[in-house]
């Protein structure tokens, strides 16, 4: 039985990855750092948490003494690092703390692994966001990278330490660079979560209005689920590398947001540009997203869309769920939540009710 350790667990990956390992036979050791409120719930949904090869462990990744005393326990035979401040937006707000935990809390935990035992293998996980203000397109894994954000930086500096300890040490560090990959587990921040979980409140006149940000912003949107396959074949390979994950298709927000509402039953009309634009729901004429300024970033990621053709090649990794099926999944799980069924929809074109654990394998 092989000993893997997560870092961040309690995150979308980390409930995914989790699942997907114990499912392998793994057992799991799945830190989580201290909190006045636990966030346990995304690994409740997907029945990780009373699991028999899982077990809970206290981990702050900033803390060397912390990850020095989780590989002497547990002896890992893989390590994920998915910890991370992921959040752009708080990276502008916070990038000292964003740093400190994205980046040189990488860093610390691969000299930990070197200074304790070199043969693990660890995975990294970089993202997209790195190529920012993006230099060709679609971006591989030779396309060079320009940060827009103080996490795209410090996901930078994590991403050439992994690189570094390859190369110094001859570790086995792999380096995945992911493109946005969502699911209904994903933090209510991020948009299409956001969105997603408005259009149901919508729908039901639990909430009247949506207000967004940068409607434009073009994203490679996969599902979580598809994405932790990737990282474990990553650590089976006969060598580490760097992979891109994504799909290889782009979307707007603005795109999201149609396919989001029509899974709720609304269709969206779109009036006005910039600042003044709105969703006006085509059924009731109501204006049901509006932009707010605000939530415009200092620097902005325009468009992104990877092109995983190397690890297609190489791992024989090939994302299952597209854009389109993964709005539907992502709105159902929020009717399914509040106990309710999309009702404008006619009978046949209703979404399916899945919970996000039959997601995961479905
Ligand atoms: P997430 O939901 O935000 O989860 C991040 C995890 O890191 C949470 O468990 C969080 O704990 C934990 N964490 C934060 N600071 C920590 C610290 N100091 N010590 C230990 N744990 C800490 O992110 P995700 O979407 O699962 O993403 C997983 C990883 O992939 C992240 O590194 C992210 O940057 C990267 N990534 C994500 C995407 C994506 O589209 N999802 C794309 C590319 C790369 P709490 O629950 O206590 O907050
Ligand atoms: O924003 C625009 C926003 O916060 C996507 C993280 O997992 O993927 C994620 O980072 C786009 C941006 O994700 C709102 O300006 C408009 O252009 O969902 P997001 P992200 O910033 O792409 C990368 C690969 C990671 O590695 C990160 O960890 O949507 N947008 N209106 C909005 N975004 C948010 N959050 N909220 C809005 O209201």
Aim: aromatic content about 10%; overall charge positive; proline content about 6%.
């Amino acid at each position: 039985m092989k000993t893997a350790f997560i870092t961040g667990v309690t995150g979308q990956d980390g409930a995914y990855l989790a699942a997907l390992l114990i499912s392998k036979g793994y057992r799991v050791i799945g830190g989580y750092r201290r909190s006045s409120n636990q966030t346990f719930w995304r690994l409740a949904e997907l029945n990780t948490l009373a699991h028999p090869s899982f077990c809970l462990v206290e981990h702050d990744l900033t803390d060397p003494h912390s990850s020095f005393a989780v590989l002497s326990t547990y002896q890992p035979d893989e390590v994920y690092n998915l910890a991370a401040q992921s959040y752009v937006t708080a990276s502008f707000s916070q990038p000292s703390a964003t740093a400190q935990i994205s980046g040189l809390g990488a860093q610390t935990l691969l000299e930990a692994v070197r200074l304790s035992r070199r043969e693990i293998r660890v995975y990294q996980a970089s993202s997209a966001e790195m190529f920012g203000k993006v230099r060709a397109s679609p971006q591989d894994e030779l396309t060079p990278f320009h940060p827009r954000s103080p996490y795209g930086v410090a996901k930078l500096f994590a991403h050439w330490s992994a690189v570094n300890h390859r190369e110094a040490y001859e570790m086995f560090v792999a380096s995945g660079i992911l493109f946005n990959h969502e699911s209904p587990l994903r933090g209510e921040e991020f948009v299409t979560r956001k969105i997603a979980k408005a259009a149901c409140r919508i729908s039901l006149g639990a909430q009247a209005r949506l207000r967004l940000g940068n409607l434009h912003a073009k994203r490679d949107w996969g599902f979580a689920g598809d994405y932790v396959e990737g990282m474990w074949r990553m650590l089976q390979a006969p060598k580490p590398d760097t992979f891109v994950l994504a799909t290889g298709t782009t979307t707007s927000v603005r795109e999201f947001a149609d396919l989001a509402f029509l899974n709720a039953g609304m269709e969206l009309i779109w009036r006005g540009r910039g600042a003044d634009e709105v969703g006006v729901c085509a059924t009731s004429g109501r204006t049901v997203v509006e932009v707010d300024p605000a939530l415009y970033r200092p620097a902005e990621v325009d468009v992104l869309i990877g092109r995983p053709n190397k690890a297609e090649r190489e791992l024989g990794w090939r994302p299952q769920i597209k854009v389109a099926e993964l709005a539907k999944m992502m709105v159902a799980a929020e009717f399914h939540w509040v106990g309710a069924r999309p009702g404008l929809l006619p009978e046949a074109s209703t979404p399916p009710i899945r919970s996000p654990a039959t997601a995961l394998t479905a």
